[in-house]
């Protein structure tokens, strides 16, 4: 994934893909056909798939009011304060005083190892 972030090409992570179909089944049997406006990977931002992805795995997705860098919107996912490059189809994450870049999986991880040094 990072060489494809490096090489300009479309970031997915690995089976998310499958992930996102299962998410717009719903819409199909509502009788909307493939291609008929229903909401696919390739209609999704990649601030979308992040929401997908925090809901799959019971995680808060949401702006923090006010809060920028670097002409970005700060999110909360999880506990983790995150900023999404959608130009460049990057995704950052606050890792002690600095931000780093980070897939969704170690955005996951991040937040556990959070909740586990609070708990």
């Known amino acids: 994934m990072m060489n494809q972030a490096a090489e300009g090409l479309e970031v997915v992570h690995p089976g998310f893909r499958e992930n996102i179909k299962t998410h717009s089944e719903p819409q199909a049997a509502k009788g909307q056909q493939p291609g008929s406006g229903g909401v696919g990977i ?13 809901q799959d795995n019971d995680l808060l997705f949401m702006p923090i009011v006010e809060r920028m860098k670097d002409g ?6 999880g506990n983790i304060s995150v900023i999404i490059d959608s130009l460049n189809q990057k ?12 897939t969704l999986e170690q955005l996951v991880n991040l937040d556990k190892g959070w909740v586990l040094r609070r708990g």
């Open 42 to 54: 390739v209609d999704m931002s990649l601030k979308e798939l992040i929401g997908v992805y925090a």
């Open 91 to 102: 995704l950052f994450a606050q890792t002690e005083h600095r931000w780093s870049l980070v």
């Open 72 to 77: 970005h919107q700060v999110f909360r996912f």
